[in-house]
């Protein structure tokens, strides 16, 4: 047997959960100002303050939700004083299961499961916060969840006016929103924007170079020594960067790596990284269009419908206003957003007034789209 066969107990992983997308890296790279703006939000509750409010907006995988789990687990390690409780408003999407899991946080259990109503939940946990004298941090990701459900405003509401039910009781709320142009304050009711007044904080999308810098830091750590060479790791950050999505380059890395394990080889091949694609490409769109309006999933399903690889803007807003309603400063606020991330991709054909001019074509195969889309 050669020297560059894997035996069947060998594996070229040093440590797998370095490919793993849940992973918290030690160091986030390329995000010393998003951090610092973080810390900053949130260092009055180290004093015993009412923090600031903060807003991370970005396109998916750029970071957001590690930047602030990253500061949380600083506070966690800094301070018992500052409770941070970090949701997912798209498994608890409602006020209640909001403030179900912050209790949980506080108290260490969670409410009783005869259930109790919102407003002795709600009760309890303020005075726990006066009491013992705890400043509470809440994290609500994916917050466009929320909005769609109309949720925003009272849960906002709720934590941001916690104080003038109970006085002394000091909360935070950071917003973390994959989107582009969605103008969240905007679309929040007056009197919640007057209480939340947020820092906004951009995740601006990685250069190649920064796509590089991270998936060799991965490599690093979570392969053996000379298993990838550098111009496997570039093929890998071009496909990371037409995305625009870390997640693609780091689940590509693992199957590749999969993939030469399979052949019992102690180097990944070109072939493994080809392979590794064509599992990974999805990753993106996938998170992506689980984020989308209804409108975006419709103007989509227009182009699908056509069956044609590219349309003419004034075509497709023709297919989108008959089954929307909407005007055509939203769609075309649509397409510059779905082209933002990277769904959709224009070209211009330099006729027309106001961009009707403009072809519009997806940038993944329709029926791969079209299967994605619930609408
Ligand atoms: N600067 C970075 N350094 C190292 N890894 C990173 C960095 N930014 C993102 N990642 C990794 O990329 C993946 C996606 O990041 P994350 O979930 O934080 O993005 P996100 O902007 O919150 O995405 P979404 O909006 O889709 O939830 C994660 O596996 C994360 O570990």
Request: include cysteine; glycine fraction near 6%; charge should be neutral.
């Amino acid at each position: 047997m050669t020297k560059d066969l894997l035996l069947w107990d060998q594996t070229i992983f040093k440590e797998q959960e370095y490919f793993e997308l849940d992973f918290l890296p030690e160091n986030l790279l390329h995000r010393d100002a998003q951090m610092r703006s973080l810390k900053f939000s949130v260092s009055p509750a180290l004093r015993g303050s009412t923090p600031l409010n903060a807003y991370c907006r970005g396109a998916p995988g750029t970071g957001k939700t590690s930047a602030v789990l990253k500061v949380f687990s600083e506070l966690e390690n800094a301070t018992q004083k500052v409770v941070p409780v970090y949701i997912n408003c798209q498994v608890d999407s409602t006020r209640y299961a909001i403030f179900a899991q912050i209790f949980k946080k506080l108290f260490g259990y969670p409410p009783p499961s005869s259930g109790i109503s919102f407003k002795k939940l709600f009760s309890q946990i303020a005075k726990h916060l006066v009491e013992k004298k705890r400043v509470l941090i809440v994290a609500l990701d994916d917050f466009n969840y929320l909005m769609a459900s109309k949720e925003a405003d009272e849960v906002l509401y709720s934590l941001l006016r916690m104080h003038e039910v109970q006085p002394g009781a000091k909360v935070g709320v950071i917003t973390i929103l994959s989107d582009l142009t969605l103008d969240m304050v905007r679309d929040l009711t007056p009197q919640v924007q007057s209480v939340f007044l947020p820092e906004e904080i951009a995740f601006p999308q990685y250069s190649p170079e920064e796509i590089k810098d991270i998936l060799k830091y991965r490599v690093r750590y979570g392969f053996m020594q000379g298993v990838i060479s550098d111009e496997l790791i570039d093929i890998v950050t071009g496909y990371t960067a037409d995305t625009g999505d870390l997640r693609v380059g780091i689940n590509m890395l693992k199957r590749a790596g999969l993939n030469a394990e399979r052949r019992a080889s102690r180097a990944i091949s070109k072939e493994d990284i080809e392979k590794a694609y064509e599992g990974s490409r999805y990753i993106h769109l996938n998170y992506t269009i689980r984020n989308l309006k209804k409108e975006e999933k419709v103007l989509l399903k227009c182009i699908v419908a056509s069956g044609k690889e590219e349309m003419m803007s004034g075509e497709l807003y023709e297919c989108f206003k008959e089954k929307t309603d909407l005007g055509y400063t939203s769609f075309y606020e649509m397409v510059n957003r779905l082209e933002g991330l990277k769904i959709l991709s224009l070209n211009t054909t330099g006729k027309g007034t106001r961009g009707q001019s403009r072809l519009v074509s997806l940038m993944y195969d329709p029926g791969e789209v079209e299967k994605r889309i619930d609408v």
